[in-house]
């Protein structure tokens, strides 16, 4: 069967980095992971955080202000179908030929810094430990364009255009549109021929299936070959007995053939069943040791409530309190400003006086001999 690319982006804000990265890294509980599995940081920094990594880039190259809602960030998921990293088994949960990963993640990693440059790429995370091998890639679209000043008003009174610098900004609408996604998939799929992987047919009406209803899929699925039909050993006949016991024979044997296959089956689900319950308790031991039992989150919520109440009830009285004492200090100042005004009144008129005792009484210094 032919292996098929697969390459997936998401937009991301600041609010999302967060979650990401802790996926990425795992170190949160993710559904449908493989505990005993394998994942590991091509591209970044190993003690930091994605969160940390993608502000670093803007930080060091983005010098204008960033909008809380703009698109610092873009995820790229990219694999291939596992006819490519399992071809005797396809449909075998969670395994790979380390050579073809390891060809497969070369290609991938030489084509993400060939098309956008060590200085866009954050972070590069390899996960072997769901059903497929696959990269999840945070690029940074840092472009480099040419910006208007804001004009002066001597500029708009002559009618002179306004000052251009080049700066570095944040595009992620031009570069990672509809467009640019389709020749992105295509860009992806030639980097990694060489492999036997092609790309997927274009404009094609097949959606990708989520996560959650593909698990919830394997979860309901009877599969029905698991019941064996056992062949009943009648008593041999008189005649043609050889004939008939090579007969049973080879029943006895496709039966059995089918009971192995049928428990190779029942193995690979049970190992499924075995991660995603490793994957719930831990994820349920994490919700305990954060938070406690429903119980104890319970009393919290009741006592965080109380406190509530009780803050709400200080806050009004504080209030209160910093308006009286307001109102008091308001009163004092008018006293104050009402006594510094009557007391300048009577300096002046004591300066008035001081003046026209002082002409009357000082001899004149004018006078001639």
């Not at 305990?288 to 009393?299: F, M, Y």
């Amino acid at each position: 069967m032919s292996a098929y690319a697969v390459c997936r982006i998401k937009k991301l804000k600041i609010s999302n980095l967060a979650a990401v990265g802790n996926h990425n890294m795992r170190t949160m509980p993710v559904k449908h992971r493989d505990p005993s599995g394998q994942f590991h940081r091509i591209i970044g920094e190993k003690n930091k955080t994605t969160e940390e990594l993608v502000n670093e880039k803007l930080n060091k190259f983005v010098k204008n202000k960033i909008r809380k809602d703009a698109t610092v960030a873009v995820e790229f998921v990219l694999s291939a179908s596992p006819e490519y990293f399992r071809p005797k088994n396809p449909g075998q949960w969670g395994q790979y030929e380390q050579e073809k990963v390891d060809k497969w993640v070369k290609k991938t990693t030489d084509f993400l810094i060939k098309t956008y440059g060590k200085q866009r790429i954050a972070d590069v995370c390899l996960h072997l430990d769901e059903a497929t091998p696959h990269i999840h890639a945070v690029i940074v679209p840092l472009e480099r364009k040419q910006l208007k000043k804001r004009r002066t008003k001597e500029q708009i009174k002559n009618n002179i255009p306004a000052e251009t610098y080049e700066a570095v900004t944040l595009n992620a609408r031009d570069n990672f549109d509809r467009t640019k996604l389709s020749e992105l998939q295509t860009e992806y799929a030639s980097a990694i021929e060489s492999l036997g992987i092609m790309r997927g047919v274009r404009h094609s009406r097949a959606k990708n299936k989520p996560l959650i209803k593909y698990y919830s899929e394997i979860e309901n699925s009877q599969d029905k070959s698991f019941k064996i039909d056992i062949p009943v050993i009648e008593k041999p006949p008189m005649f043609n007995a050889a004939k008939w016991a090579e007969k049973k024979s080879n029943e006895v044997t496709k039966a059995f053939t089918e009971q192995e296959k049928a428990i190779k089956k029942l193995q690979l689900l049970a190992n499924q069943y075995k991660a995603r319950y490793e994957n719930e308790r831990a994820k349920t031991e994490y919700v305990v040791k954060e938070l406690g039992t429903v119980d104890s989150v319970r009393e919290r919520i009741t006592d965080l409530e109380a406190l509530n109440r009780s803050l709400k009830c200080d806050m009004v009285t504080l209030h209160k309190s910093h308006k009286l004492k307001y109102k008091k200090l308001e009163n004092e100042l008018q006293e104050v400003v009402g006594t510094i005004e009557v007391k300048d009144k009577a300096f002046k008129k004591l300066s008035r006086e001081h003046y026209k005792l002082k002409d009357k009484y000082e001899p004149d210094n004018d006078l001639t001999y």
